[in-house]
């Protein structure tokens, strides 16, 4: 049987427009240099772009752990099943336990190990990072964990009715959807229909607060509007703050969708001006693709060997914080 080649497609998301603005470079490694790493036969740089890309920060790993647990949770409520909040928990901490070993190891460059986890930057880059501030780290889970159980939400979703459950965290494969004629990859971690009949999308965080999250989920509230053939004016969106017990919601009405749609546009646009051949998706030369000046980016930046900017990094993190 053939296999089906596949291409490097053009399409948006909020990660790839924040990539886009933080720094160009670290943008065309992720998005295209590193194209075809996958493959066994593939050049040695473009394989090692292809690891760093795929690594993660301790942060980002303690909230991707989160994200699967409530997942899986929202899973089994909705088929039925029990969930034991002490045996996620006790999950969640083996499965940091076995994450940890495999990335301390390094074993990513030469062991596959689960889809969603490769490794982690600290220890790739040899950081020095503190037992106690591991330790932070897995309590970050812990105390997200206890407060989702611990609120509205696993009666609300204990108490849906099977047609009002839409989708839960449903993946790249699924949740995308086109706008003016771009793909546009939206993943809701929850989205339902209220018993008012109001769609309703909600995206639990483990950070703090920041400007760009309202943006994230006007563009779910426009995939699930068109997914699911509902009025977008009654979608509802809700940020849910897990480790500081907090809910936003998100005003989702005409003139914020028409906005959003806007910026939207530009950032197509701005991403557009720096490929050779938009069909194909072929970016022009490296240099239209600049390093950032802000070396304070690159301090969390998997790219930062074969970038060049490793020893700058370094001086930047051996630096005493400020005080304000
Ligand atoms: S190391 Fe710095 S300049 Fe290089 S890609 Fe990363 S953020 Fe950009």
């Avoid at 690594?55 to 994200?67: C, F, I, K, P, T």
Wanted: with cysteine.
């Amino acid at each position: 049987m053939r296999r089906a080649t596949l291409t490097n497609d053009f399409s948006w998301s909020k990660s790839r427009h924040e990539k886009f603005s933080e720094c160009l470079r670290a943008y065309y490694l992720y998005y295209y240099r590193s194209w075809g790493g996958w493959e066994a036969e593939a050049p040695k740089d473009i394989r090692e772009l292809y690891v760093l890309k795929k690594l993660s920060n301790r942060y980002s790993w303690a909230g991707s752990v989160v994200h699967e647990c409530l997942r899986d949770v929202l899973l089994d409520w909705r088929s039925g099943r029990s969930v034991e909040p002490a045996e996620v928990e006790a999950r969640a901490r083996r499965l940091m336990q076995d994450d940890f070993r495999h990335s301390q190891k390094k074993a990513y460059w030469t062991h596959k190990y689960r889809k969603a986890f490769t490794g982690l930057v600290e220890h790739e880059y040899a950081e020095p990072v503190a037992d106690e501030a591991w330790k932070q780290n897995w309590e970050t889970v812990r105390q997200a964990l206890a407060w989702f159980f611990s609120s509205r939400w696993p009666a609300l979703a204990r108490s849906l009715q099977p047609a009002q459950w839409l989708e839960v965290d449903a993946g790249f494969d699924f949740s995308s959807f086109t706008l003016d004629g771009v793909k546009m990859f939206a993943i809701p971690d929850f989205a339902y229909v209220d018993e008012a009949g109001a769609p309703v999308v909600v995206d639990w965080k483990t950070g703090k607060a920041r400007e760009g999250y309202d943006e994230q989920v006007l563009g779910y509230s426009l995939y699930v509007a068109q997914r699911y053939k509902l009025p977008v004016e009654k979608v509802r969106a809700s940020l849910v703050y897990l480790n500081e017990g907090l809910e936003q919601q998100v005003q989702v009405d005409l003139a914020a969708l028409e906005s959003f749609k806007a910026r939207f546009a530009q950032s197509v646009a701005r991403m557009r001006e720096l490929l050779k051949d938009p069909a194909t998706n072929t970016p022009k030369d490296a240099s239209v693709f600049p390093m950032t000046e802000e070396v304070s980016q690159c301090v969390r930046c998997a790219f930062r060997r074969p970038c060049g900017r490793l020893e700058a990094a370094a001086q930047v993190q051996a630096q005493p914080p400020k005080v304000a």
